[in-house]
């Protein structure tokens, strides 16, 4: 997959699907998954997909993808 991420004032392509750590917008744009849906899920308590990097939240996506196949629904 590819999305638009906004970098410093720059559109870009940017390949997701490889990358370990995504932000929140990338998470969306790779997921589809709206921004405050996953901000949501990121405050349950079996939340184990985030790192936290200085004042940023990251989403570990491997670990954010085997989250989303247990769930029945968001």
């Not at 929140?24 to 849906?37: C, H, L, M, S, V």
């Not at 308590?45 to 989403?59: A, H, P, Q, W, Y």
Request: charged share 35%.
């Amino acid at each position: 997959r590819f999305a638009l991420v906004r970098g410093l004032g720059d559109v870009y392509k940017r390949q997701l699907w490889h990358r370990q750590n995504l932000s929140i917008e990338e998470t969306a744009a790779y997921t589809g998954i709206g921004r405050d849906t996953i901000y949501k899920l990121i405050k349950q308590e079996d939340c184990n997909f985030t790192l936290r990097v200085g004042k940023r939240t990251m989403i570990k996506r491997k670990r954010f993808e085997k989250y989303l196949e247990k769930l029945y629904a968001i």
